[in-house]
């Protein structure tokens, strides 16, 4: 069965850190790939995505994921990360007939002002 | 910039009570899902809904569960018989279908607590 693993469940970093959120999946077919964020008290919003082509996306808020195919790897990095970047992150993928979303566990990002 | 909507934004019940949690889809899109995800775990897809008909579903979306489109834009999640587990946070989403565009756009959810 396809299955999303986020590594890190609960990060916290000072501003101006760097961020690597890792994603691994478990799915043997084409997949898209997908990053989502939570704000608190708000919807899931779309950070970024993956179809094909250059294996580095480039999302909302300066965020950039590399997809490596050999790894089943999808990671989400930023270079600095600001208070507002605290949120929940979910790592997501399409798999199935009908492109439904499997989903990994979340991480929590809190970020020390 | 259209947007899913959903209604209600919490709903509380009894178990045992029927619940029904309103989605208004993106109007051009073809493709509607819900998901749940209950208070510390992962988002779970529920069903897919394609042509009028559900398309794909889990194991989570037992007899108790239906779905209907019944009036060409509003999506309906139904569960009959509420359970204490049924509490989660419920989220549509919507995808265009055509393009080759596989992004789907979420609702902000509704909190359904049974009690």
């Known amino acids: 069965a396809q299955s999303v693993s986020q590594h890190n469940h609960h990060v916290i970093l000072s501003e101006a850190a760097s961020l690597e959120l890792g994603c691994n999946y478990s799915y043997g077919g084409t997949v898209n790939l997908f990053w989502y964020v939570q704000y608190p008290g708000q919807h899931l919003q779309l950070l970024l995505k993956y179809f094909s082509g250059d294996p580095l996306v480039k999302g909302i808020k300066g965020f950039e994921a590399e997809f490596i195919k050999s790894k089943f790897s999808f990671n989400l990095r930023k270079p600095s990360v600001q208070w507002s970047d605290t949120a929940e992150y979910f790592c997501a993928v399409n798999a199935g007939s009908n492109y439904q979303l499997i989903w990994g566990a979340g991480t929590k990002l809190i970020i020390k002002p | 910039e259209p947007e899913v909507t959903q209604t209600p934004s919490h709903q509380v019940t009894q178990m045992g009570q029927e619940v029904i949690l309103r989605c208004v889809p993106i109007s051009n899109h073809l493709y509607f899902y819900w998901y749940r995800q209950i208070l510390g775990q992962k988002v779970e897809f529920l069903v897919s809904f394609y042509n009028n008909e559900i398309s794909e579903k889990s194991e989570i979306f037992d007899d108790q569960f239906s779905v209907e489109r019944p009036d060409g834009s509003n999506f309906t999640l139904k569960i009959r018989s509420t359970k204490l587990e049924d509490s989660a946070m419920y989220f549509c989403?919507?995808?265009?279908?055509?393009?080759?565009?596989?992004?789907?756009?979420f609702g902000p959810g509704t909190r359904l607590t049974v009690t």
């Open positions: 989403a919507s995808r265009q279908g055509t393009g080759g565009s596989y992004e789907q756009y």
